[in-house]
C-alpha cells in the first residue's frame, strides 16, 4: 500500500476526518450485537485513511522542496525516492526529461549513478567475501596479478581494502578513465607508473581508477566478470529491472533522461551521454528512482531484503565504517558546516550530521548529478537523480529533505550552496585574469611551428602528439584533440572552453634549437622519434 500512496493522487487529510466522523456516526448508530463483527474491517479502513493522510501531509512539502530547489538551479528535470525500512514514502518525478520538450521525468526513467556505482562493487564484494572467495585485505595480486603502485613499499602493502577506501597515496589522474580509449587493464597498468602524490594510507584521495582496479580483482576472484555477477547477486534479487552497466544497454530503454549543461553564455544546453566503452565497476551503472527504492531498503537492512539474506550484517556494516579520514578543511568544511567528523568507508561517505550519522555517496558524469543519503538510525534513505550537469542542487535538496523528516530547525541550502557556487565562479574568473596579468604581450616562439610538431611520451600518460593543422598547432592525446594559441614565449594554451587540462597551457622545452619535451598539467612529457612512438604502441605499460 506504501507504493500505491507514494504514486497516487492522495485523500485530502480533511476529507480523510470527514470521512472518518461518518464511519463513526454510523457505528453509533448500530444497536445489534451483529454490528460488532463490522468494526474489525471498519478501524482498518480508518488507519488506511490516516495512512492517506500521513502521505499526503509527507509529498506536499517534499514537493515543495523539490520544485524549490529545481528552480533555484535551473535543473531541467530530478526524480527523487524516500524510504523508511520497507515502506516507500515518496517516488516522483519532476520537470522534464529534456529542456525545450514536454516530456515528464517519470520515477522508472533511467539515469547514470555514475560514481554512486561504487557502493555496488562494494556491496559484491562483502557477498565474496561472505562466502570466501576473497577478503578485504587480500594483497590486490592475488587477485590481480598486473597491478602495481610506483612506490615499492606501497606496492608491497596495497591490499582490495586501501582501493576501495581511496588510500593508496595516487592522486585522481581522472584523466587517465574520463574519455581514454585504452581498455581498463591498460588504465591500471598506466597507473603503476603514477609517482604517490602521498604517503600510502596517509590521506583521502578519491581515485577511480584503483576502484575500478579493485572490482576487476573481485571478477577475478570469482572467475567471472563484474557486470555478470552484479546482475546476478544485486540486481535481479533486488528486483532492479531497469538497472544496467552500460551506457549501451541504458539508452536502449527508451525511458531514459537526457543531460544538460550550463555553458558559458549562462544557457542550459542537452548534451550528449557519456559513453562507457565497458562496464566499470567505478561508475558504469544506469538505473530508475524505483529501483533505488530496493537498493535503499537493502542497504539500510545491513544486506537484507525482504526477508533473505544477501549480505551479512557483518560485511555490510564494514562497508559502512569509517576507513579514512577526510579532512574538514576548504572547500569540504565550507560545505559541510554542521559536521564535526567526516570520513570514507568502502563506497560510501560517513559524517555525523546536526546529531545524525549520515552515509552517503554523490556521483557526476556529462549531464548528470546523483546523490544518495541514508540516515541508518532513522531508517531513512533517499536518491536524488537530476539531469543537469554538476549542479550543487542535489546536495542542497538532501539536505533540505532530512532536516524536515527530522524535523530539524530549517536552514536555506540552496542560498548557502549558490554563495559557494558563485566563489567557485569568481575564484575561476580571477584565475583566468590572473592568466592574462601573467602573460608576457608581443613575444614570439623562438622556433616556427613545424619544428614543434612531433610526439611526446610521458610514463603512465603515454604519448601526445602535436601536429600543425590549417597554419595552427593542434593537441591530440587520448580522446583530446584540441587547436593551440600562441599564449607568450614556447608556451600554447588549448583553444576550448573545457577545463579538463586546467588552464590549458602547454609549454615545451627548448634546448639549442630544438625542442626536447613538453609540460602540461604540471607532468613533463619527453620528445621522443616515430620508431619510439610505433614500439610504445606494440608493448603495453607494465
Known amino acids: 500500500m506504501a507504493s500505491r500512496i507514494a504514486d497516487s493522487k492522495h485523500l485530502r487529510p480533511a476529507s480523510c476526518l470527514r470521512q472518518a466522523a461518518s464511519v463513526l456516526e454510523c457505528l453509533g448508530a448500530m444497536k445489534s450485537r451483529n454490528a460488532l463483527s463490522w468494526y474489525f474491517p471498519i478501524w482498518l479502513l480508518l488507519a488506511w485513511m490516516a495512512a492517506d493522510a500521513h502521505a499526503e501531509d509527507l509529498s506536499r512539502p517534499i514537493d515543495d522542496l523539490v520544485q524549490k530547489s529545481m528552480r533555484a538551479w535551473e535543473v531541467p528535470g530530478v526524480a527523487v525516492v524516500i524510504v523508511r525500512g520497507e515502506e516507500l514514502l515518496y517516488l516522483k518525478g519532476h520537470g522534464v526529461r529534456e529542456r525545450g520538450r514536454d516530456e515528464p521525468v517519470t520515477a522508472d526513467m533511467v539515469f547514470p549513478l555514475a560514481s554512486c556505482s561504487k557502493a555496488f562493487t562494494t556491496a559484491l564484494m562483502a557477498q565474496l567475501v561472505d562466502s570466501g572467495v576473497l577478503r578485504w585485505d587480500d594483497p590486490v595480486r592475488k587477485h590481480l596479478p598486473y597491478f602495481h603502485l610506483s612506490d615499492p613499499n606501497a606496492d608491497a602493502l596495497v591490499r582490495l581494502r586501501d582501493l576501495v577506501s581511496h588510500r593508496t597515496g595516487v592522486a585522481p589522474h581522472d584523466l587517465l578513465w574520463y574519455r581514454a580509449p585504452w581498455k581498463q587493464e591498460e588504465m591500471i597498468r598506466r597507473a603503476a607508473k603514477l609517482p604517490l602524490s602521498k604517503p600510502f594510507r596517509t590521506t583521502m584521495q578519491y581515485q577511480s581508477v584503483m576502484f575500478t582496479a579493485a572490482g576487476l580483482a573481485a571478477a577475478s576472484a570469482a572467475s567471472k566478470p563484474w557486470e555478470e555477477l552484479v546482475k546476478e547477486k544485486l540486481f535481479t534479487p533486488l528486483g532492479m529491472k531497469t538497472a544496467s552497466t552500460s551506457t549501451a544497454e541504458a539508452l536502449k530503454n527508451p525511458d531514459h533522461s537526457s543531460g544538460h549543461k550550463k555553458e558559458s553564455d549562462g544557457k542550459v544546453r542537452v548534451v550528449p551521454w557519456y559513453i562507457n566503452p565497458e562496464p566499470n565497476p567505478a561508475g558504469s551503472i544506469n538505473t530508475s528512482a524505483r529501483d533505488l527504492a530496493a537498493w535503499l531498503q537493502f542497504q539500510l537492512a545491513e544486506g537484507e531484503f525482504h526477508g533473505e539474506r544477501l549480505v551479512s550484517s557483518e560485511q555490510m556494516r564494514a562497508t559502512h565504517s569509517p576507513e579514512t579520514i577526510i579532512r574538514l578543511e576548504g572547500r569540504v568544511a565550507a560545505e559541510n558546516p554542521d559536521t564535526q567528523q567526516m570520513s570514507y568507508g568502502m563506497g560510501w561517505v560517513i559524517q ?191
Open 352 to 542: 555525523d550530521y546536526r546529531g545524525e550519522m549520515l552515509i552517503s555517496h554523490a556521483g557526476i558524469i556529462d549531464g548528470f548529478r546523483v546523490h544518495i543519503t541514508m540516515v541508518p538510525k532513522q531508517k531513512l534513505g533517499l536518491a536524488i537523480l537530476a539531469n543537469l550537469h554538476a549542479t550543487r542542487m542535489n546536495l542542497s535538496l538532501s539536505n533540505q529533505i532530512v532536516d524536515h523528516l527530522l524535523k530539524l530547525p530549517p536552514r536555506d541550502w540552496d542560498d548557502l550552496y549558490q554563495k559557494l557556487a558563485d566563489d567557485d565562479e569568481l575564484t575561476e574568473k580571477l584565475a583566468l585574469r590572473r592568466l592574462e596579468l601573467d602573460r608576457r604581450p608581443n613575444t614570439k616562439p623562438s622556433l616556427a611551428l613545424a619544428k614543434y610538431v612531433g610526439a611526446y611520451e610521458h610514463p603512465a600518460y603515454g604519448t601526445a602528439h602535436i601536429k600543425l593543422q590549417d597554419g595552427k598547432l593542434l593537441w591530440e592525446w587520448s580522446g583530446f584533440r584540441y587547436p593551440l594559441e600562441h599564449y607568450h614565449f614556447d608556451t600554447f594554451r588549448m583553444a576550448t572552453e573545457e577545463r579538463f587540462f586546467g588552464q590549458g597551457l602547454v609549454g615545451f622545452a627548448i634546448d639549442d634549437g630544438e625542442v626536447k619535451g613538453l609540460k602540461v598539467l604540471d607532468m613533463g612529457f619527453r620528445r621522443v622519434g616515430a620508431k619510439q612512438v610505433e614500439g610504445e604502441r606494440k608493448a603495453p605499460a607494465r
